[in-house]
């Protein structure tokens, strides 16, 4: 929003800025968080490929490539097992490479080219190492559209991190392009025929590859644990919309706005062209924070002056404020304030009760932009009024930091209001049944007494009481970690169970899809198969050849019921049959299933290859062919029947994309099928975002949800999230939208 954006313009990180003693470090553990999250989709990522190359094969019109992607295929079905080892140990190996690659660079303080890039790319390459990165660059391209948020908040706090002001795309260890690459090149060590190596890379679209967001998602909170722009994603994300130009305006007019209220000047420095602060965005040719962020540091010093010379806060008025700061304190500690005396009056009293000539026009315009801000607390509904009361009791103290630090409207991390804030979104937490005992309130109210207390013109007392707010909140959650532990346990056991199902059921699909199983063998597949699959790839790391025993088997079965139309094929059936039964029940037993149903299967599968082997063998290669061509024929039709009557999918729709933009620590409010409602937290997320774990302001209490039923409710609007971030941004939108046309606010703002 526009106060991030000034605030980047206003406050530049140098780009050889020293980064953190345990940067490196964190990058490295980062890492491990971005290979664990990419490895749980690769099983899911084979079957996708394995699904890719069949259809290209079917589809192209050069038999070498056909052949070469079916055959690629098949070897990629048979030996999952293989190439999930491949391409976790070539990701692994593919962000160590990056990893490396950037922290030489931050050893060696190594300059920049222009274009933000590593002058490591400049390095001579091979041919062939410049044609792959281009076509890697251009695989990337919708992958990199797609997750832009993610990415960008990513390079900003990669950025943060590494204490560098512009962090390009290009040096992110974890954009898509380093997957790409890692699973080209596992598929190169995979596949013995090189000829299918060019062939991979075309077919990893965005519906094929890597789902990107729970891999970006896992590194952004991993660094948000660390403290690494925690705001971000609310204040920092660049929204994508059909309307971004006309939003980029609005910004643009808002940021000029802002400029003009708080420093008094009626018109618009030449220095800054026709589009004030907020038109230089599009300078960068990118993100609005980008651009504006580029401004030529003749405009930042020249607006910095103009910040300063407003500060000069008269001391006529600072006076009338501190005395008035001390009867609140006073009214607080005797417990004569009620609840609703801490109003948007005591702004709005300031204005007509201060000594006349103390406020100039600026001072004015800083208490009518501060109201803004405490009336979206106090209007709140979510907020308890003890809590607002609480919160306006730090009107005067707030509002006497941003008359001496103008800051407080432009820069996220100010400390007062970082408090204000921190304030507003912990007052969700507090149970209003404990009462005024509780130790949120009493931590709260400790802290408001401090400001009103010891804050005359010094930011520390902010930061101070912030820093003792934010070690409260971070204990709580440790204190409630032991309560999470066993529901996560079995979310993730739920939740690798689940994705075990899914994987199992997309392995029978893609083989009966293909109209070749006969009918009686499809449903045995889809029954009873599924269910050994999915205990095969829950058994993955402790028997890491079970999936490829279980899925070999079913191959292998399939194989056995097909025509045999020579006497070679037929006596491989007769020799290869006694194993292919064997190793069916082995895995039968394992999940138990012993009823009369599977003695008739079985009874069924021992007829069909009497009737295979005993059926007359065709004499003339003509009569051969044709018996390959009407088995084919049959196959497409079946193929077709089932593509027809199958039920496409619903497309994603905006309750879908909301689910996906959930973060832990958001507050929703869900009504319950009484009528009532009930405010939980949430307090977990799965790693493949597939279940989600709530706690209630009684911590002991949880509650799971799926993504299918936590997406209903809030598509049938039982559930909403609750917002409560952004507060001094969500102000400044609403003053300026409410003002952008009137002439009174014109006046304000050139007086």
């Known amino acids: 929003m526009v106060s991030s954006h000034i605030d980047i313009m206003r406050n530049p990180r140098s780009p050889n800025a020293v980064a953190p003693a345990n940067s490196m470090g964190i990058l490295r553990d980062l890492a491990a968080v971005a290979s664990d999250a990419a490895n749980a989709q690769l099983d899911a990522f084979a079957l996708r490929l394995a699904d890719a190359l069949m259809a290209f094969s079917d589809q192209s019109t050069d038999s070498r490539q056909a052949n070469l992607c079916f055959a690629g295929a098949g070897l990629l079905r048979k030996n999952t097992y293989a190439y999930y080892h491949l391409a976790a140990t070539r990701i692994e190996a593919a962000l160590r490479g990056e990893m490396k690659s950037l922290l030489q660079q931050i050893a060696q303080h190594a300059p920049q080219a222009k274009d933000g890039k590593p002058n490591a790319e400049l390095e ?15 695989i990337a391209r919708p992958l990199v559209a797609r997750h832009a948020d993610a990415l960008e908040a990513l390079n900003l706090r990669l950025g943060c991190l590494l204490g560098r002001a512009e962090f390009q795309l290009a040096q992110n260890p974890f954009r898509p392009e380093v997957f790409l690459g890692a699973l080209t090149q596992a598929w190169t060590e995979f596949d013995p025929d090189a000829d299918s190596h060019p062939l991979v890379l075309p077919l990893l679209q965005p519906e094929v590859f890597l789902d990107m967001t729970p891999i970006l998602q896992a590194v952004n909170e991993a660094l948000v644990g660390q403290g690494i722009l925690p705001a971000l994603d609310d204040s920092y994300r660049i929204r994508k919309s059909t309307n971004f130009a006309a939003e980029q305006k609005r910004e643009a007019q808002i940021a000029e706005g802002l400029r003009r209220m708080l420093t008094g000047e009626a018109g618009v420095s030449s220095s800054m062209g026709a589009g004030g602060i907020g038109g230089a965005a599009s300078a960068g040719g990118g993100s609005g924070v980008s651009g504006i962020a580029s401004i030529d540091g003749g405009v930042q010093a020249s607006l910095q002056s103009q910040l300063l010379q407003v500060t000069a806060v008269s001391n006529q008025l600072m006076g009338f404020l501190a005395g008035m700061q001390k009867s609140m304190l006073d009214r607080q500690l005797t417990g004569l304030a009620g609840g609703d005396f801490a109003t948007t009056a005591v702004l709005a009293d300031i204005k007509r009760q201060a000594p006349a000539g103390a406020l100039s026009q600026v001072d004015e315009n800083t208490i009518d932009l501060l109201t803004s801000v405490f009336d979206l607390v106090f209007r709140d509904q979510n907020i308890a009024s003890e809590m607002k009361s609480l919160i306006g009791f730090l009107q005067v103290p707030v509002l006497k930091a941003a008359l001496i630090d103008k800051d407080f409207f432009f820069k996220q991390e100010h400390p007062a209001r970082r408090l204000v804030e921190t304030l507003a979104q912990s007052s969700l937490d507090w149970d209003k049944t404990s009462g005024q005992a509780a130790p949120l309130y009493q931590t709260m109210k400790r802290i408001v007494e401090r400001v009103q207390q010891d804050f005359d013109k010094q930011m520390s007392v902010f930061s101070e009481v912030l820093s003792d707010l934010q070690g409260f909140i971070q204990q709580e959650e440790r204190s409630a970690a032991p309560t999470l532990q066993a529901p996560i346990s079995k979310a993730l056991q739920k939740e690798k169970l689940g994705q075990a199902t899914k994987v199992a059921r997309q392995e029978v699909a893609m083989r009966v899809g293909t109209g070749e199983v006969v009918a009686f063998v499809e449903t045995f597949l889809e029954n009873k198969w599924v269910p050994v699959l999915t205990l095969a790839y829950t058994l993955q790391e402790e028997k890491p050849t079970a999936v490829q025993s279980a899925v070999g088997t079913m191959d292998d079965l399939i194989w056995s019921v097909k025509p045999k139309i020579t006497a070679q094929q037929r006596k491989e059936l007769l020799a290869r049959l006694p194993s292919i039964l064997s190793r069916l029940n082995k895995w039968l037993n394992v999940v138990k299933w012993n009823d009369a149903e599977r003695e008739r299967f079985f009874a069924e599968l021992a007829q069909t290859h009497a009737s295979i082997v005993r059926a007359p063998l065709p004499l003339t290669p003509e009569k051969q062919l044709e018996l390959a061509v009407e088995v084919a024929r049959q196959a497409a039709e079946r193929r077709q029947e089932k593509q027809a009557s199958a039920e496409p999918e619903p497309a994603p729709d905006e309750f879908d994309e909301q689910l996906k933009k959930l973060e832990r620590g958001v507050w929703l409010n869900f009504r319950n099928a009484d009528g009532t409602d009930r405010k939980a937290k949430l307090s977990w997320i799965s790693p493949m975002k597939s279940l989600f774990i709530f706690t209630t302001h009684r911590k002991e209490e949880t509650f799971q949800l799926t993504d299918a039923a936590l997406t209903q ?25 409410s003002g952008a046309n009137d002439p009174h606010m014109a006046a304000k703002s050139a007086a």
């Open 124 to 138: 001579l390459v091979s041919y062939e190492e410049m044609d792959r990165k281009v076509r890697l660059g251009h």
């Open 713 to 737: 409710r809030l598509r049938e609007g039982s559930a909403q999230a609750v917002s409560l971030d952004r507060l001094v941004d969500r102000a400044l939108d609403q003053v300026f939208a």
